[in-house]
Each structure stands twice: as C-alpha cells, then as structure tokens.
Nanobody, 115 residues
Framework: QVQLVESGGGLVQAGGSLRLSCAAS????????MGWYRQAPGKQRELVAT???????NYADSVKGRFTISRDSAKNTLYLQMNSLQPEDTAVYYC?????????WGQGTQVTVSS
C-alpha cells in the first residue's frame, strides 16, 4: 500500500518561506508524475504544481514564480519550496500522483500565512 506523508507546514508571516516535504513509501519512479495540491477552508482541493519523471514542471498561475516543485529520487521525497507566501496561500497541502489517486491521499500539512 502506498503511503505519502507530508510535512513542513506551519505558521509564517506574509512574505515568508516554507519548504514542504512528501515522503513516499515506494520509489517515486513508480509515479509517472507527482503533484502538490492544496485545499483552503470552504474551497475545493486544487492543483498547485506538478513534476514528471523527466522533471518537466508546471504551476498554477497563482503560485508561478513563487513556488518550486522538486524531487529527490534517492530519498523518495517530493518537495515544494514556497517563497513570498501570501495569506491566500493558507491551506492544507497534500501530495499525490498526477493525476491523483483517491487511495493515496495523506493527512496533508497545514500552511497558515498571517498578514
């Protein structure tokens, strides 16, 4: 059974930075692509960034230029470097394959950005 465990969230002031990690219980090569997603209170979960097995990346317009997705295959870990955080980035952040699988969702990690 695949397990994805997110960490690195926290409370940060606007303009600050956080680095999220997603540890996978299997080799991330088993994923053709992976992504970071987020769900803000009262909103649907949305795709934030994706990375393919050939390291092609793509970002939601709202985070482009501020967030960077990367992966360390040796550590089976996916990362999301988040800079210039804004209050609208407040959400629970999740990792999953892309497209996501329902049975791969973890607990997520809470990111709260204060103004």
């Amino acid at each position: 059974q695949v397990q994805l465990v997110e960490s690195g969230g926290g409370l940060v002031q606007a303009g600050g930075s956080l680095r999220l990690s997603c540890a996978a219980s299997v080799t991330i090569f088993s994923f053709n692509a992976m992504g970071w997603y987020r769900q803000a209170p009262g909103k649907q979960r949305e795709l934030v960034a994706t990375i393919t097995d050939s390291s092609w990346t793509n970002y939601a317009d709202s985070v482009k230029g501020r967030f960077t997705i990367s992966r360390d295959s040796a550590k089976n870990t996916l990362y999301l470097q988040m800079n210039s955080l804004q209050p609208e980035d407040t959400a629970v952040y999740y990792c999953n394959g892309w497209p996501p699988r329902d049975d791969y969702w973890g607990q997520g990690t809470q990111v709260t950005v204060s103004s």
